[in-house]
């Protein structure tokens, strides 16, 4: 059993923000992330295009700008060096490989009972929090939908955070669906390699000109 005043889950850039806050104010934490390293969606489940869609000053985390001469929108791999210079910096210590299992908060003694497993080891470990703090990120499991005829289809069907590049698709007819973020950035990244790019919107999209901006 281990006793800690706060007990971070995830290991992610909202995480990395949490521990240094705490740390300005001296106060106690342990971090845990189920993964072998941090921010592991950037790291293994992001597209090679990908940018920040935000102006960098709108994008730094606390207590640490951005490198004066770097662009005004973060490539991928400039995001992630970002955030491993944070860690060294501030000198944050996750506990890889550790999944949270359960939480349950008690009223009598005001505080969180959390379980979590050594995946490496297969052991059981057991905290207990006076603040539990969950930012495991929205987008860590893939939701793909069941469309009927998806399982026979002959071709190859992937989720987007299994998407690197479309240089593997050139010559070859792609449907994206879906026009969020990922799907109109993966269409534009596939038509740039020379794929025949079709995208399939469920509801009405809105469309303004870069110019008026």
């Known amino acids: 059993m281990e006793n800690v005043v706060v007990l971070i889950v995830g290991a992610g850039p ?36 990908l940018k920040l869609h935000l102006a960098k000053e709108f994008c730094e985390l606390p207590h640490m700008s951005y490198p004066v001469d770097a662009p005004t929108y973060i490539p991928k791999a400039l995001f992630v060096k970002y955030l491993d210079d944070y860690i060294e910096r501030f000198d944050i210590q996750p506990k890889y490989l550790t999944s949270v299992e ?8 005001k505080c969180w009972s959390i379980v979590a497993r050594d995946m490496a080891e297969g052991t059981t470990m057991n905290f207990v929090a006076k603040f539990l703090v969950v930012a495991s990120g929205e987008n860590s499991e893939e939701n793909i939908p069941d469309i009927p005829g998806l399982h026979s289809f002959p071709g190859e069907a992937i989720h987007s955070s299994r ?19 990922s799907g109109m950035e ?13 995208i399939v919107i469920r509801s009405p999209a809105c469309a303004v000109y870069n110019f008026i901006w």
């Open 186 to 198: 993966i269409a534009y990244d596939l038509a740039t390699h020379g794929a025949n790019t079709s």
């Open 163 to 181: 998407y690197k590049s479309g240089k593997s698709f050139s010559g070859k007819s792609v449907l994206v669906i879906g026009s969020g973020n």
């Open 14 to 49: 909202a995480d990395l923000a949490t521990t240094t806050c705490l740390t300005q104010f001296s106060i106690p934490y342990v971090i845990v992330e189920r993964e072998d390293c941090s921010v592991s969606l950037w790291r293994n489940h992001a597209y090679d295009r």
């Open 102 to 109: 359960s939480s349950k908060y008690g009223n009598d003694k």
